[in-house]
């Protein structure tokens, strides 16, 4: 996937309501100058997703998850299949989400799983990685993003790896309302796409974390930043709207 085009995923997590399907796409499709030239996609719960796509069809706005199975089918109870996404005309998909790996016991293995599921079904995966404030005060921040990378990196390959988009997440950043700083992230994104080049890759990286309409142009105007992996400040459709336009006008 090329590089040149911001992206701006908006992540529901547990919220939205079939209402707010209605009134949030409405907003969106009547306003699509303001994001001309960025590609918007909206992640919302399992639950909504044919909602969304119904309400998206014909439109500039991708579909995407905010999460897959490790399986392609089975005997896995409660489960939602890469095939199953893709039928409802799913392109992307939310993988290795901070709030997963903490409370869902989802490792890197896990991970690794569901993104080769994800690419077996042509759906490009959103890989999210970043540190603990933990690590981050150790020094150990470039260390842990590039291993969460890694693990991936080596079970899938890097020709597969270079279809996947990156969204670099500090856990500390995440709900907070604390940003990390320009600096902060423009070290290790710098650092990422570094140690992809050295191997031939090149790929989209996002940034997540307390993202919000007056901070979006800063961050997506960074060089080393091809867009906004979007959490809060995407269920409110004014709020998200004003976002992308600043996202483009940062681009």
Same mark, same amino acid.
């Given at each position: 996937?090329?590089?040149?085009?911001?992206?701006?995923?908006?992540?529901?997590?547990?919220?939205?309501?079939?209402?707010?399907?209605?009134?949030?796409?409405?907003?969106?499709?009547?306003?699509?100058?303001?994001?001309?030239?960025? +590609?918007?996609?909206? %992640?919302?719960?399992?639950?909504?997703?044919?909602?969304?796509?119904?309400?998206?069809?014909?439109?500039?706005?991708?579909?995407?998850?905010?999460?897959? !199975?490790?399986?392609?089918?089975?005997? =896995?109870?409660?489960?939602? !299949?890469?095939?199953?996404?893709? !039928?409802?005309?799913?392109?992307?998909?939310?993988?290795? =989400?901070?709030? +997963?790996?903490?409370?869902?016991?989802?490792?890197? +293995?896990?991970?690794?799983?569901? &993104?080769?599921?994800?690419?077996? &079904? $042509?759906?490009?995966?959103?890989? %999210?990685?970043?540190?603990?404030?933990?690590?981050?005060?150790?020094?150990? @921040?470039?260390?842990?993003?590039?291993? *969460?990378?890694? &693990?991936?990196?080596?079970?899938?390959?890097?020709?597969?790896?270079?279809?996947?988009?990156?969204?670099?997440?500090?856990?500390?950043?995440?709900?907070?309302?604390?940003?990390?700083?320009?600096?902060?992230?423009?070290?290790?994104?710098?650092?990422? =796409?570094?140690?992809?080049? *050295?191997?031939?890759?090149?790929?989209?990286?996002?940034? $997540?974390?307390?993202?919000?309409? $007056?901070?979006?142009?800063?961050?997506?105007?960074?060089?080393?930043?091809?867009?906004?992996?979007?959490?809060?400040? @995407?269920?409110?459709?004014? *709020?998200?709207?004003?976002? %992308?336009?600043?996202?483009?006008?940062?681009?």
């Amino acid at each position: 996937m090329g590089v040149k085009s911001k992206i701006v995923i908006g992540n529901w997590k547990m919220n939205g309501s079939a209402e707010l399907v209605e009134s949030f796409t409405r907003t969106m499709l009547d306003n699509q100058a303001a994001y001309a030239g960025i +590609r918007v996609v909206l %992640c919302p719960p399992f639950t909504l997703l044919q909602a969304m796509a119904d309400a998206l069809e014909g439109g500039p706005i991708l579909l995407g998850a905010q999460n897959v !199975s490790e399986f392609e089918q089975g005997a =896995h109870t409660g489960e939602i !299949s890469a095939p199953m996404l893709a !039928s409802m005309g799913t392109k992307m998909v939310i993988i290795g =989400h901070s709030e +997963r790996r903490a409370s869902r016991g989802e490792n890197d +293995r896990i991970i690794a799983a569901k &993104v080769k599921q994800a690419l077996s &079904v $042509g759906m490009v995966p959103v890989l %999210c990685v970043g540190e603990t404030a933990e690590e981050k005060a150790r020094g150990d @921040s470039e260390a842990v993003v590039w291993q *969460q990378l890694s &693990v991936v990196l080596h079970a899938i390959g890097s020709e597969l790896f270079g279809q996947l988009i990156v969204a670099y997440e500090p856990i500390w950043a995440i709900g907070s309302g604390s940003t990390a700083s320009t600096d902060d992230i423009l070290t290790i994104t710098t650092a990422i =796409h570094a140690k992809l080049a *050295q191997l031939g890759i090149q790929l989209p990286l996002l940034y $997540g974390g307390s993202v919000n309409a $007056g901070n979006a142009a800063q961050i997506s105007s960074l060089p080393t930043i091809s867009g906004l992996l979007v959490g809060g400040a @995407s269920l409110q459709a004014d *709020q998200f709207l004003l976002l %992308c336009s600043n996202t483009a006008k940062g681009a």
